[in-house]
Antibody, heavy 119, light 111 residues
Framework: QVQLQESGPGLVKPSQTLSLTCTVSGGSITSDSYYWSWIWQPAGKGLEWIGR???????TYNPSLHSRVSISVDTSKNQFSLRLSSLTAADTAIYYC???????????WGQGTLVTVSS | QSALTQPASVSGSPGQSITISCTGTSSDVGTYNYVSWYQQHPGKAPKIMIY???DRPSGVSNRFSGSKSGNTASLTISGLQAEDEADYYC???????????FGTGTKVTVL
C-alpha cells in the first residue's frame, strides 16, 4: 500500500521561504508510471494544483505560482520537496502531496500539513 | 484558468439519489475525458471516487457513478447514506498552462 507523508514547519514568517518534504513509502518514486504533485487548500476553500515532478526531475508548475515555486526530487530517499518563496498570509493553507497518474487522477494523498504564515 | 463551477451545496434524504454538476469549458471538461471526483471529509485528505469521467477505483462503492455531457460532468450518488456527507470536488485536465483545474466544491448534506 502506497503511503505519502508531508513534513515541514507549521509556522513561517512573511517574506520567508517554505520548504516541505513528502516521503513516499510502499512504492518507488522512480516508477515511470507516475508523477508526484503538490496541491494546496487555503482554510475553508477549495483545492488548487501547485505543480508536479517526474522522477527524472522534469517539472510543471501552475503559472499562478510559477515565479515562486520549485519542486525537486531525491530518489535516494524516495522523497520529493516543495519550496515556495516570498510568503504572504495568503499562502496559509493545508499542503498535500499526491501521486499523480497524469489525467487529473490523484490516487494517493498525504494526510496534509497545515502551514500558517504569520509574524 | 478559472475553477470549474459546482453548486455550493446539495442535500438529500437517506436512500435518495443526488447529482452534483461540474461545469467547465471546451478547454477542459468539454474536450478531455479526464475528469475526476474527490470526496473530502472534514479534516481529512481528499479521496478519489471517480476518474476518467466514469471509472471507479477498486474499493469505491458502486453507488457512485460519473458521466459527462458537453462541458458539464456529473457525479451521482445513489442510495444516499450518512457516511456520504462530505465535500466533493471535481477536477479536469485542461489545455491551458495550468494543466489541472479543480471545481469550486460541493457540500453534500444527508438530511
Amino acid at each position: 500500500q502506497v503511503q505519502l507523508q508531508e513534513s515541514g514547519p507549521g509556522l513561517v514568517k512573511p517574506s520567508q521561504t517554505l520548504s516541505l518534504t513528502c516521503t513516499v513509502s510502499g512504492g518507488s518514486i522512480t516508477s515511470d508510471s507516475y508523477y508526484w504533485s503538490w496541491i494546496w487548500q487555503p482554510a475553508g476553500k477549495g483545492l488548487e494544483w501547485i505543480g508536479r515532478i517526474y522522477a527524472s526531475g522534469s517539472t510543471t508548475y501552475n503559472p499562478s505560482l510559477h515565479s515562486r515555486v520549485s519542486i525537486s526530487v531525491d530518489t535516494s530517499k524516495n522523497q520529493f520537496s516543495l519550496r515556495l518563496s516570498s510568503l504572504t498570509a495568503a499562502d496559509t493553507a493545508i499542503y498535500y502531496c499526491a501521486r499523480d497518474l497524469g489525467r487529473a487522477h490523484f490516487d494517493y494523498w498525504g494526510q496534509g500539513t497545515l502551514v500558517t504564515v504569520s509574524s | 484558468q478559472s475553477a470549474l463551477t459546482q453548486p455550493a451545496s446539495v442535500s438529500g434524504s437517506p436512500g435518495q439519489s443526488i447529482t452534483i454538476s461540474c461545469t467547465g469549458t471546451s478547454s477542459d471538461v468539454g474536450t478531455y475525458n479526464y475528469v475526476s471526483w474527490y470526496q473530502q471529509h472534514p479534516g481529512k485528505a481528499p479521496k478519489i471516487m471517480i476518474y476518467d469521467v466514469s471509472d471507479r477505483p477498486s474499493g469505491v462503492s458502486n453507488r457512485f457513478s460519473g458521466s459527462k455531457s458537453g462541458n458539464t460532468a456529473s457525479l451521482t450518488i445513489s442510495g444516499l447514506q450518512a457516511e456520504d456527507e462530505a465535500d466533493y470536488y471535481c477536477s479536469s485536465y485542461t489545455s491551458s498552462s495550468t494543466l489541472f483545474v479543480f471545481g469550486t466544491g460541493t457540500k453534500v448534506t444527508v438530511l
